[in-house]
């Protein structure tokens, strides 16, 4: 009855919740540091949440599922014509509707890794035959040459920059050797893209095989709302659009984010405020017996810990404080003992450094 697959396959892990604190420690959300699953900290504007109320009243009604006032917002962002964007439920909907297109059964994917497991998921669930790249012993980092040399009979290669969870970036030399060296459909995903202003969708008209996703969970603070997008040839783009399922942005989350690329000048403010926090706690960790930080382009830092330490313990102890940060240790790619820490307020960063000098205390 069931696909053989899905006997490998284990379900996505989101990690911990505030209510996971509450039910377990009784601890009350507004008490929560949470700062597990890279949200920007700041909600959005007043206005945006005017447009999410103001549009609530529509729910009985479906959105245009060609969505062309948020493709046309979204043309005037990126400077990129309507033709070259595709729109979805987050940027996972795009990631799974770019492997319904490209890939059959025993289909070649390559992905580096540590990255973000999704990628591993989707395309196992189109039953591709995947290539590793580990780049941990690499300082996190690989060339042109590791996917290149894979050969010509790759289908789909991914790539993440900034990178979750390292938050490193790809150089850009090495990723239009990529795109010229390889027949495959090249995805670079660029979710953290606002954080590390370094993209590669301008030449997405100059290579037929290139395209980018993004999302609009991070920097713009809408993550609850579900928005990614893609930005591509025409050709790609046609077929994604093909195979999206009609209204899977509602009509509330198509307003919100209309009206949040309105709001561009407040986003950068806020912007500002987490890269100037993701140094301080950078700098401050790296200052900490134990820790050892990995630079990041990102909204988040990854803190690798020594191999002594129980990881079990560690993270009860932080959750035992009201504190949310993302155990990696078993990510595909890692093999020693991380934490990921997302970038929060003034107030929460300093609640996390206060605790991971604690804990060291105890090495």
Not at 97 to 112: A, G, H, M, Q, R
Not at 219 to 225: E, I, N, Q, V
Not at 317 to 329: A, S
Request: glycine content about 4%; overall charge positive; charged content about 25%.
């Amino acid at each position: 009855m069931f696909r053989e697959v899905l006997n490998y396959i284990r379900p996505y892990d989101a990690g911990i919740f505030p209510e996971d604190l509450y039910k377990k420690y009784g601890i009350s959300e507004k008490n929560v540091v949470n700062l597990g699953s890279n949200e920007n900290p700041y909600p959005p504007p007043k206005s945006v949440i005017k447009e999410i109320v103001k549009e609530s009243s529509h729910v009985n009604r479906y959105p245009d599922p060609s969505y062309p006032e948020l493709k046309q917002k979204l043309s005037e962002y990126t400077g990129l014509p309507i033709e070259n964007i595709a729109v979805g439920s987050g940027a996972s909907e795009i990631l799974d509707s770019i492997c319904k297109i490209t890939l059959n059964p025993f289909d070649k994917v390559v992905i580096p890794i540590p990255s973000y497991s999704i990628y591993i998921l989707i395309s196992m669930l189109r039953d591709a035959s995947i290539e590793y790249i580990k780049t941990e012993d690499q300082n996190f980092e690989f060339r042109a040459e590791q996917v290149i040399n894979f050969g010509k009979d790759v289908n789909l290669i991914f790539l993440n920059s900034p990178n979750n969870p390292t938050g490193k970036s790809i150089p850009r030399e090495e990723i239009i050797k990529i795109i010229e060296g390889t027949n495959a459909l090249v995805v670079v995903d660029e979710a953290y893209y606002e954080f590390s202003r370094k993209t590669i969708a301008e030449k997405v008209n100059e290579y037929n095989n290139l395209l980018v996703v993004r999302s609009m969970s991070k920097f713009f603070s809408l993550a609850g709302l579900r928005i990614g997008y893609a930005l591509s040839n025409p050709k790609i783009i046609e077929m994604i659009e093909k195979v999206r399922l009609a209204f899977t942005i509602s009509n509330i989350a198509e307003k919100a984010a209309i009206k949040a690329l309105e709001k561009q000048n407040w986003y950068l403010k806020i912007r500002e405020k987490i890269i100037a926090e993701r140094d301080f706690v950078m700098r401050e960790i790296s200052r900490t017996k134990g820790f050892t930080v990995i630079p990041s382009d990102a909204n988040f830092l990854l803190i690798k810990l020594p191999a002594k330490v129980n990881m079990s313990a560690i993270m009860e102890e932080l959750n035992k404080k009201g504190i949310i940060v993302r155990d990696v240790t078993e990510v595909p790619g890692l093999k020693n003992n991380y934490i990921r820490i997302t970038i929060g307020k003034k107030q929460e960063n300093r609640a996390v450094i206060s605790a991971l000098r604690e804990l060291s205390l105890k090495w």
